[in-house]
Nanobody, 119 residues
Framework: QVQLVESGGGLVQTGGSLRLSCTLS????????LGWYRQAPGKQRELVAG???????NYADSVKGRFTISRDNAKNTVYLQMNSLKPEDTAVYYC?????????????WGQGTQVTVSS
């Protein structure tokens, strides 16, 4: 089993910054893909940013240039640095980890952390 615990959410003003952290524990071997998703009220959960073991990253168009995903393998932690925050960034942010083993995918999710950006 893999457990993911997010932290770092909160209330900030437009233009502010937050750094989300997600710490993985348990059976974390063969974690190949890490990502951050978010879900705003009335909207579908969407991928915000993803990162591979090789360090390749991918971002939603809405956050490119403002958000940065990174990993610290020694700490089993993935981060999402969020700058120039906008009210439309308000959502619950979820950490996601995926194991890709023998053609099978195993997905794990954190409990979510609320990010609220005030006007």
């Amino acid at each position: 089993q893999v457990q993911l615990v997010e932290s770092g959410g909160g209330l900030v003003q437009t233009g502010g910054s937050l750094r989300l952290s997600c710490t993985l524990s348990g059976s974390i071997f063969s974690i190949n893909l890490l990502g951050w998703y978010r879900q705003a009220p009335g909207k579908q959960r969407e991928l915000v940013a993803g990162i591979t073991n090789g360090g390749n990253t991918n971002y939603a168009d809405s956050v490119k240039g403002r958000f940065t995903i990174s990993r610290d393998n020694a700490k089993n932690t993935v981060y999402l640095q969020m700058n120039s925050l906008k009210p439309e960034d308000t959502a619950v942010y979820y950490c996601n980890a995926n194991k890709l083993i023998m053609g099978l995918a195993y997905a794990y999710w954190g409990q979510g952390t609320q990010v609220t950006v005030s006007s």
